[in-house]
């Protein structure tokens, strides 16, 4: 079950998205957290009144060349995806653009043939 679901008392299922922070501007999904997104918020309002692009763009914060979420916190592929899948932009390739919150560079996550795609994801 993916990480952003939770039950209510009784047992029901429902989504809990304010457990797993995120933010979306058309078809731009970004892990970062809210300091990160003032410093692009013009330009996230901007790519949201454009429409979006071609192909959902997701953007992914790094921490010592790791994929992180909004508190900090390690952020896998598969939560990652999860939460693209739940707004229903993986019906195409999707762009993922990682953006270093320290001077380490990301670290390579794909190596040939062995990328993620069971993820719902095509790498391209």
Sequence with gaps: ???YFGTYERGALAENFAAFPFGTYANLVTFESDDVIDEYVNQYD????E????????????QDGL???ADGDG????????????????DRPVRVLFRPLDDAPPTPVCEGSRCPTRCGFSMR
Excluded: F, H, I, Q
């Design 1 to 3: 079950m993916p990480a």
């Design 46 to 49: 901007a790519y949201e009144d």
């Design 51 to 62: 429409g979006g692009g071609d192909l959902a763009l997701v953007v992914v914060p790094t």
């Design 75 to 90: 952020l896998s592929a598969r939560t990652a995806a999860d939460v693209v899948m739940s707004l229903k932009l993986n």
């Design 67 to 69: 994929p992180v979420d």
